[in-house]
């Protein structure tokens, strides 16, 4: 074979090879741009969710797909003032539980939510679940009752309404406090009673 050719060969599978890196550096850059135009518009819109109501009552009651029976803060109130055996979680982060949780609340998270840490609770036990306004708890519960889990509520409002009803809260080392976490700007609009903490 003409050593020309061979070269020219040679030439051609470089530069195919070097127009595939291309291709492929490009092709990343779209789907970079693809992922990071996601990212915005779910961080946008999660802000968003939180303004698009016109009142509290109104976001509380929308926020939640009622999978879960609720419990207002009221008879949460009343039922926690009584000898009723009842479990109380928190279904928060541990930053906003340690800002402030109501008394006797049991951290389980949302993130890092293990069904495990529960192995000790009677699944016969009333158990009423909280968080922000009443979303995350509401997955939380959903999860405990397909671990079989029988009575199980919902603070509708979560800690925000109890907060705003003027009900106490204490802190990580079971002091009285005033603070709450807000979650963010967006969401701590909600809370209109009690110092709010971002951190």
């Known amino acids: 074979m003409n050593p020309l050719l061979r070269g020219e060969n040679f030439v051609s599978?470089?530069?195919?090879?070097?127009?595939y890196k291309i291709r492929g550096v490009l092709r990343k850059k779209r789907l970079m741009k693809k992922q990071l135009i996601i990212l915005l518009f779910l961080g946008l819109g999660l802000n968003s969710f939180a303004q698009d109501y016109a009142s509290f009552e109104e976001m509380k009651n929308k926020i939640i797909s009622?999978?879960?029976?609720?419990?207002?803060?009221?008879?949460l109130k009343k039922v926690e003032n009584t000898k009723k055996p009842l479990v109380i979680l928190d279904a928060r982060e541990k930053n906003e539980y340690n800002v402030s949780h109501i008394k006797k609340a049991q951290y389980?998270?949302?993130?890092?939510?293990?069904?495990?840490?529960?192995?000790?609770?009677?699944?016969e036990s009333t158990i009423v679940v909280?968080?922000?306004?009443?979303?995350?708890s509401e997955k939380i519960g959903?999860?405990?009752?397909?671990?079989?889990f029988n009575k199980?509520?919902?603070l509708q409002g979560g800690i925000f309404e109890w907060v705003n009803e003027g009900y106490p809260v204490v802190d990580e080392n079971g002091n009285a406090t005033n603070k709450v976490?807000?979650?963010n700007a967006s969401w701590g609009k909600?809370?209109?009673k009690g110092e709010k903490v971002y951190e």
């Open 13 to 19: 599978i470089r530069f195919l090879r070097i127009d």
């Open 66 to 75: 009622k999978t879960i029976p609720i419990i207002s803060v009221q008879n």
């Open 152 to 154: 199980v509520l919902n």
């Open 190 to 192: 909600w809370i209109t």
């Open 130 to 136: 909280y968080c922000s306004v009443g979303y995350r």
């Open 181 to 183: 976490h807000a979650y």
């Open 108 to 123: 389980v998270g949302y993130d890092h939510f293990n069904i495990k840490s529960l192995k000790a609770i009677d699944k």
């Open 142 to 148: 959903e999860k405990l009752k397909r671990a079989g």
